[in-house]
């Protein structure tokens, strides 16, 4: 029996949406030989099973070579970039030959669609590009940037379902991305709201796998994740965001438990950027490691957390606070002043480690971002200062996501 055009996309994209790819594409070439109506376009078959293809290669994050690659992507006219782009532009000469209006609607969805995942493989490009070059990432930017392209998203549309997932793939980032710019300005209620938000719709994308057919009794026995693994990078991605989190306002939530409580629920969930601030401490036999946040410019700071309107602001000429000191060790406050202008003077400095002497005492001295900064404190001269700096450089780099982000377009990509 013939199928109306309704119920062919219906099934193509039931397929699509349950990552079921190959099922798509195959569909597609069983409707080729079915004898359509003249206003079924031909052409859209090849467009629709190439679709599939792209889809697959996108979920999977293969558009992105290894490191080395780079310039020879640029030349290969069969990565994904191009793929999309072809599609698109298939789509609009075939757009001009159409005349029924819920084909034309259909065609229009699509390119849409298509539209928005050329711009997002290009995001992807430059969150790969910012990670691997351990610039300074301006998450606002990054947060408005996947704004923009969430309002090209249009539902209802003819392909709601599609639509659906990539709303949630948008929100993710884009809520994950204002967590951090948050976190940089170390305000609890905004992280706390951004990370939930972040959290709720990546929750939401993984149930739009979970009735796929195959892994009702199967995925009981694969070793492998069944999620597509541009999924398992955000949820990693979450996980590293709850942990940066949980590092800044750790003072904060000891207030709520105990030490041991906090110790335990960080391992047991792997927030560990706690620990490896631990284990930096350790390893440098400091007197002690810290976090310091810049108030300066800052109207009406009243601390981290949140307070009432009745709480007054924090004494403005106490520039810079502890937000973490482990072990805590008292510490003069026109000392971290010195410190930190001084880093702060080269226009630099947000890649530069430096060590600081002030009497016998050292400083080892690096910024995280605009307004926070690593500091590790030693009795005396460091035994291996470079060893000291390659360690620091390696804490700070994960707590920027320069670890992470290079990881989004790796061909080789896996979460295990």
Same mark, same amino acid.
């Given at each position: 029996?013939?199928?109306?055009?309704?119920?062919?996309?219906?099934?193509?994209?039931?397929?699509?949406?349950?990552?079921?790819?190959?099922?798509?594409?195959?569909?597609?070439?069983?409707?080729?030989?079915?004898?359509?109506?003249?206003?079924?376009?031909?052409?859209?078959?090849?467009?629709?099973?190439?679709?599939?293809?792209?889809?697959?290669?996108?979920?999977?994050?293969?558009?992105?070579? #290894?490191?080395?690659?780079?310039?020879?992507?640029?030349?290969?006219?069969?990565?994904?970039?191009?793929?999309?782009?072809?599609?698109?532009?298939?789509?609009?000469?075939?757009?001009?030959?159409? #005349?029924?209006?819920?084909?034309?609607?259909?065609?229009?969805?699509?390119?849409?669609?298509?539209?928005?995942?050329?711009?997002?493989?290009?995001?992807? /490009?430059?969150?790969? $590009?910012?990670?691997?070059?351990?610039?300074?990432?301006?998450?606002?930017?990054?947060?408005?940037?996947?704004?923009?392209?969430?309002? #090209?998203?249009?539902?209802?549309?003819?392909?709601?379902?599609?639509?659906?997932?990539?709303?949630?793939?948008?929100?993710?980032?884009?809520?994950?991305?204002?967590?951090?710019?948050?976190?940089?300005?170390?305000?609890?209620?905004?992280?706390?709201?951004?990370?939930?938000?972040?959290?709720?719709?990546?929750?939401?994308? #993984?149930?739009?796998?979970?009735?796929? $057919?195959?892994?009702?009794?199967?995925?009981?026995?694969?070793?492998?994740?069944?999620?597509?693994?541009?999924?398992?990078?955000?949820?990693?991605?979450?996980?590293?965001?709850?942990?940066?989190?949980?590092?800044?306002?750790?003072?904060?939530?000891?207030?709520?438990?105990?030490?041991?409580?906090?110790?335990?629920?960080?391992?047991?969930?792997?927030?560990?950027?706690?620990?490896?601030?631990?284990?930096?401490?350790?390893?440098?036999?400091?007197?002690?490691?810290?976090?310091?946040?810049?108030?300066?410019?800052?109207?009406?700071?009243?601390?981290?957390?949140?307070?009432?309107?009745?709480? /007054?602001?924090?004494?403005?000429?106490?520039?810079?606070?502890?937000?973490?000191?482990?072990?805590?060790?008292?510490?003069?406050?026109?000392?971290?002043?010195?410190?930190?202008?001084?880093?702060?003077?080269?226009?630099?400095?947000?890649?530069?480690?430096?060590?600081?002497?002030?009497?016998?005492?050292?400083?080892?001295?690096?910024?995280?971002?605009?307004?926070?900064?690593?500091?590790?404190?030693?009795?005396?001269?460091?035994?291996?200062?470079?060893?000291?700096?390659?360690?620091?450089?390696?804490?700070?780099?994960?707590?920027?996501?320069?670890?992470?982000?290079?990881?989004?377009?790796?061909?080789?990509?896996?979460?295990?």
């Amino acid at each position: 029996m013939m199928k109306s055009h309704q119920e062919i996309v219906r099934i193509y994209f039931k397929y699509l949406t349950q990552t079921n790819f190959d099922k798509a594409k195959d569909f597609m070439e069983r409707q080729r030989s079915v004898l359509l109506s003249s206003v079924w376009p031909k052409p859209l078959f090849n467009i629709l099973c190439d679709f599939a293809v792209a889809e697959k290669n996108y979920s999977d994050t293969n558009f992105e070579p #290894e490191k080395n690659k780079l310039v020879a992507r640029k030349e290969d006219e069969n990565y994904l970039d191009f793929v999309y782009k072809t599609l698109f532009q298939d789509l609009g000469l075939l757009q001009e030959e159409v #005349e029924d209006n819920y084909i034309l609607e259909f065609i229009t969805s699509l390119s849409k669609f298509i539209s928005i995942r050329i711009k997002l493989l290009e995001f992807y /490009d430059k969150l790969y $590009e910012v990670g691997s070059s351990y610039s300074n990432i301006d998450f606002k930017e990054l947060a408005e940037t996947i704004e923009q392209i969430q309002s #090209e998203v249009v539902i209802p549309s003819a392909i709601d379902g599609a639509m659906q997932i990539l709303e949630y793939e948008l929100d993710s980032m884009k809520h994950l991305f204002y967590c951090h710019w948050h976190l940089e300005n170390w305000l609890y209620i905004e992280s706390v709201l951004s990370l939930k938000r972040g959290s709720d719709a990546i929750i939401m994308w #993984e149930k739009c796998y979970e009735n796929k $057919e195959s892994w009702k009794f199967g995925s009981l026995f694969m070793s492998k994740n069944p999620l597509p693994r541009l999924v398992l990078w955000f949820k990693k991605f979450k996980l590293m965001t709850v942990s940066k989190f949980t590092l800044y306002f750790y003072k904060v939530l000891l207030e709520f438990t105990t030490y041991h409580d906090m110790r335990y629920f960080c391992n047991n969930y792997n927030l560990n950027l706690f620990t490896k601030m631990q284990l930096l401490h350790k390893k440098s036999e400091a007197q002690s490691v810290m976090l310091v946040f810049d108030t300066s410019e800052l109207t009406n700071y009243k601390g981290p957390g949140y307070w009432s309107p009745s709480r /007054d602001i924090v004494d403005p000429d106490i520039k810079y606070q502890i937000m973490l000191s482990f072990p805590k060790v008292p510490i003069k406050l026109d000392v971290l002043e010195k410190l930190i202008s001084e880093n702060n003077e080269d226009e630099f400095s947000m890649n530069k480690s430096s060590i600081i002497y002030i009497g016998k005492a050292a400083y080892l001295i690096m910024r995280v971002d605009t307004r926070i900064t690593f500091i590790i404190f030693y009795n005396s001269k460091p035994k291996n200062e470079e060893k000291e700096k390659s360690n620091t450089f390696e804490f700070i780099s994960q707590l920027r996501c320069h670890r992470l982000f290079p990881l989004i377009n790796s061909s080789n990509y896996l979460v295990h």
